[in-house]
């Protein structure tokens, strides 16, 4: 059983920065990309910024230079620092996750989702 366990969501004003959290558990051989997606109410769910093992990582041209996305390897960690949050950024993010649980076993996981409200 494998889940990914999300935190960090929040009322935050324009402007003002938040840091979310993503980390998996369960039975894990390991884990590959790490991403953080996000839905508004009426939209199609887009991705905001995934992340490889090496390091890689890409971004959706929205949040580039506002956004950073971040893993902990050991930890099975995900972390989206985002900054100069403007109300268009108001979402659920969902985190997701390409995980092995066994050599041959291989799948994409999701996160419940956690809320961002950019709002005065």
């Known amino acids: 059983q494998v889940q990914l366990v999300e935190s960090g969501g929040g009322l935050v004003q324009p402007g003002g920065s938040l840091r979310l959290s993503c980390a998996a558990e369960?039975?894990?051989?390991?884990?590959?990309?790490m991403g953080w997606y996000r839905q508004a109410p009426g939209e199609q769910r887009e991705l905001v910024a995934a992340i490889m093992n090496g390091g890689s990582a890409n971004y959706a041209d929205s949040v580039k230079g506002r956004f950073t996305i971040s893993k902990d390897n050991a930890k099975n960690t995900v972390y989206l620092q985002m900054n100069s949050l403007k109300p268009e950024d108001t979402a659920a993010y969902y985190c997701n996750a390409g995980i092995f649980v066994s050599i041959t076993r291989y799948g994409s996981y999701w996160g419940r989702g956690t809320q961002v409200t950019v709002s005065s």
């Open positions: 369960g039975n894990i051989h390991s884990v590959n990309a």
